[in-house]
Nanobody, 127 residues
Framework: VQLQASGGGLVQVGGSLRLSCTAP????????VAWFRQAPGKGREGVAF????????YYADSVKGRFTLSRDAGKTTAYLQMNRLKPDDTAVYYC?????????????????????WGQGTQVTVSS
């Protein structure tokens, strides 16, 4: 499935943004969804994950309590609500999805678990 991420932008410290991930022409029903981010000069970090039926979720320690991954009722869109943003949250954010599993969550998300990726959306948090 092809993914499209949107919603990035420039926000001040402490502000909020909501990122969206869609699969144009289809839905994300039956897909596990994750959000990764890559800051300048750093590797890609998995920040949030939800399993296909919502029974398993994961948040990186760095975003726990501030970020929430959710889906709409029709499973057409996955959202990443980001609150109390910090300068360290500045990165390109990517949504990812897959329908097979299994998915590593005990020691962080694994990029290779996800076969579909969006193009990335830039989030910049200014101080």
């Amino acid at each position: 499935v092809q993914l499209q991420a949107s919603g990035g932008g420039l926000v001040q410290v402490g502000g909020s943004l909501r990122l969206s991930c869609t699969a144009p022409g289809t839905t994300l029903r039956g897909y596990a969804v994750a959000w990764f981010r890559q800051a300048p000069g750093k590797g890609r970090e998995g920040v949030a994950f939800v399993s296909a039926f919502g029974s398993i979720s994961y948040y990186a320690d760095s975003v726990k309590g501030r970020f929430t991954l959710s889906r709409d009722a029709g499973k057409t869109t996955a959202y990443l609500q980001m609150n109390r943003l910090k300068p360290d949250d500045t990165a390109v954010y990517y949504c990812a999805a897959d329908s097979w599993g299994p998915y590593e969550t005990t020691s962080g998300l694994r990029e290779t678990d996800f076969r579909s990726w969006g193009q990335g959306t830039q989030v910049t948090v200014s101080s």
